[in-house]
């Protein structure tokens, strides 16, 4: 498998990371605006591949003619918020960052499958997916995965569980208006609740209190060290790996609705099931109404910002 990144800043280069512990892939090209950057992260990760536990994948400086057949493109590039920017500033800014790369990549190909990383996330999926006639199947926006690891963390240091026992998805918009999905999370089966007793607890289940640190500790992470990464980069790593063994997993990614709970013309996170295709389907949960009036709020807010750009 073929992997242009687009983008050496502190996400692409732990998303190439990623992949070269991924084992799949044969080549990577990484592509950036300051070429030194990113051929010195090439140079610098070149040194991992002499170690049998390390994947010996080409690493190369990547140019755009290099998407021509690539099997997926990771998109990470675009500038980050700044301290008296607004949530809008950026949007817009990385909006334009997204239809220049968009532009480049379409003159090459219209058969990779993309992988929106940059913030935020959301509307540079929007972008990508409704401006390009691009196949919707093959716009992946990382959207919510982070989200739904971070709250599958959470819910596991609470009940002292490994986290890959826990069933659990943050859905809409990667943001403010992101929500629990609490009526399809489980624990192998057993709704949180019942855990509590086939686990002996007594504890207080604070579904909300969940929801609230799950929505800040991104953030919490950022102003301890800067930027977040690693996080991200795994999820981009998840998603690579369903398309790359063509998995069909269920995973929480932002994709162009078209009438999907009643949402149209946005992108946002719901349960897809990605397989070597992409979205290989869109999967609509009979969700509550509680929850289907937090993921349409959620719809109504990235459809402001996109207006607003």
């Not at 659990?168 to 949180?192: D, K, P, Q, V």
């Amino acid at each position: 498998m073929k992997v242009v990144v687009i983008g050496a800043g502190m996400v692409g280069s732990a998303v190439v990371g990623e992949l070269l512990a991924h084992g799949g892939i044969s080549e990577i090209y990484l592509l950036d605006l300051d070429r030194d950057k990113a051929e010195g992260e090439i140079l610098d990760y070149s040194h991992t591949t002499s170690y049998n536990y390390n994947p010996s994948a080409n690493l190369k400086i990547g140019d755009y003619h290099h998407c021509k057949d690539a099997d997926l493109i990771i998109m990470t590039a675009g500038p980050s918020i700044k301290k008296g920017e607004t949530r809008i500033d950026l949007a817009g800014k990385n909006a334009k960052v997204m239809r220049e790369i968009m532009e480049n990549i379409t003159k090459y190909t219209k058969d990779a499958i993309i992988i929106p990383v940059t913030n935020p996330v959301d509307i540079v999926t929007y972008v990508a997916a409704a401006e390009f006639d691009y196949p919707r199947n093959k716009i992946i926006g990382t959207g919510t995965i982070v989200d739904s690891a971070r709250l599958m963390r959470i819910i596991g240091n609470k009940y002292n569980l490994d986290p890959k026992n826990i069933f659990a998805y943050m859905l809409g918009e990667h943001g403010r208006t992101s929500f629990a999905a609490w009526s399809i999370s489980n624990i192998c089966g057993y709704t949180l609740e019942e855990f509590i007793k086939v686990r002996g607890f007594n504890i207080k289940l604070d579904k909300d209190a969940i929801e609230e640190d799950t929505k800040k500790i991104g953030m919490e992470v950022w102003r301890k060290k800067g930027y977040t990464n690693h996080g991200i980069a795994a999820g981009v790593g998840r998603i690579v790996k369903a398309i790359s063994l063509d998995e069909k997993s269920i995973l929480p990614v932002s994709v162009l609705l078209k009438g999907e709970y009643g949402i149209e013309d946005v992108a946002l996170s719901v349960p897809c099931i990605v397989s070597e295709n992409g979205v290989e389907k869109l999967l609509e949960f009979p969700l509550p109404k509680e929850e289907i009036e937090k993921l349409r709020f959620s719809a109504k807010s990235l459809k402001d910002v996109i207006e607003q750009i």
